[in-house]
DNA sequence: GGTTCTAGAACC
DNA sequence: GGTTCTAGAACC
């Protein structure tokens, strides 16, 4: 366990991140119902992932994590197409989109990157994101939808395995 | 008590500011042994003061906070001259200073004001800042280590009386 | 005037 | 590559 941690230590920012996603059991931070986008309680998050007596991240600053997910490309989902669990009930769980960042797809997480001043290493990425951005947005707005519908409190993407 | 809060939601945000850091009786906000700086627990603050269901402020994101107190001048401090209080047992603490936001010094507390994109409205601020940044800075220096000769745990300044 | 999201820049 | 402080911009 010990070990454990010092190999989380160690990781960069998107392979930490996907591998606190699919281990976290609290809810501090796990998938969205469809396993493409992130949910994070600030709160919990800052108590679970954020403790500077048991350091995983270099800072215990939730205001840095969140300048950590800026720079690698991850945005913040606002308004309706939010997953549900993003309601007034719920004031402390935001929701993070990245185009790469996804449940059960480790093929796309070396496309996740920190942006840099001027030009990027991610140029895959650049190329690929406007012809997906169209039809993927369109997909998710009708499963939100849908989710909307017949949603139930604390459901969440389970993910099938860990692969790292 | 109900009709108190009411009138500090209906404040401007310095006045407000000012009135809270006075009236705290927990540690969450306060002014620093001199009295010329705010000492901010942000753990505490958010709970004491950033709850949503008791709003004093229209936000209850820290994060928000932050950002008005950039906007109206407000600035971290840092490196060497900090308060002795901010040290590495209190970790939360966070110390923000502006020239004309102290202790007993209400009468300067109109020139508090935010910053707009274009022209200010504080151009007396503007104007005596940088005539009154040298000395004060100097001043501050040389008390901040006699300060940290004889500094004790939850030494801070204490308002003599409250001017709103 | 207040809030939120994101980015610039400097620093480590 | 990561962290921190501050500001731009859009929105309410």
Redesign the interface.
């Known amino acids: 366990m010990f070990e454990e941690h010092c190999v989380l230590q160690s990781m960069r920012f998107p392979q930490k991140l996907w591998r606190i996603v699919n281990e976290c059991q609290t809810g501090a931070i796990r998938w969205s119902a469809n396993g493409d986008t992130v949910l994070l309680d600030y709160k919990k998050f800052q108590t679970e992932y954020l403790d500077?007596r048991r350091p995983i991240f270099k800072t215990?600053n939730?205001?840095s994590f969140?300048r950590q997910l800026n720079l690698y490309g991850f945005r913040k989902v606002t308004s309706h197409n939010r997953d549900p669990v993003c309601n007034s009930y719920n004031?402390h769980v935001h929701e993070f989109l990245h185009e790469n960042f996804r449940a059960d797809r480790t093929d796309l997480l070396f496309k996740v990157c920190r942006k840099t001043g001027g030009k990027s290493k991610c140029l895959q990425q650049e190329i690929t994101r406007s012809a997906e951005e169209g039809p993927r947005l369109q997909t998710n707005c009708v499963s939100r939808l849908k989710l909307c519908q017949v949603h139930l409190p604390n459901t969440s993407y389970k993910p099938k395995e860990f692969l790292f």
Request: no cysteine; charged share 0%; glycine share 0%.
């Open positions: 500077a215990s939730i205001t969140i004031p």
